[in-house]
């Protein structure tokens, strides 16, 4: 079984940035891909970042980048020039096989 930690939200105000961790349970070189998620109250959950094992990336906006430290075993999400409905828990996701495993989540709102 594989454990995701997420952390690093918080209250911030519009213009903002935060840096979210997830650390993982064991090396995540081993997993398919890696990702961020988040659902705000009301909608359904959206992917905001994924990295594949060979690298490829995909970001749902400019402002965010997702970064991966293998020593440490944990993936980031830099989030810059917040707005307010970037409010949301952000999950963080890894895939391995048919298998796909969840953090616990944390709460980022964005307000003045």
């Known amino acids: 079984q594989v454990q995701l930690v997420a952390s690093g939200g918080g209250l911030v105000q519009p213009g903002g940035s935060l840096r979210l961790s997830c650390a993982a349970s064991?090396?995540?070189?081993?997993?398919?891909?890696t990702a961020w998620y988040r659902q705000a109250p009301g909608n359904q959950r959206e992917r905001v970042a994924r990295?594949?094992?060979?690298g490829t990336v995909y970001f749902v906006k400019d402002r965010f980048t997702m970064s991966r430290d293998y020593a440490q075993n944990t993936v980031y999400l830099q989030m810059n020039s917040l707005k307010p409905e970037d409010t949301a828990v952000y999950y963080c996701?890894?895939?391995?096989?048919?298998?796909?495993?969840w953090g616990q989540g944390t709460q980022v709102t964005v307000s003045s």
């Open positions: 996701n890894a895939e391995s096989g048919t298998n796909s495993f």
């Open positions: 064991r090396s995540i070189s081993s997993f398919n891909a």
């Open positions: 990295i594949t094992r060979d």
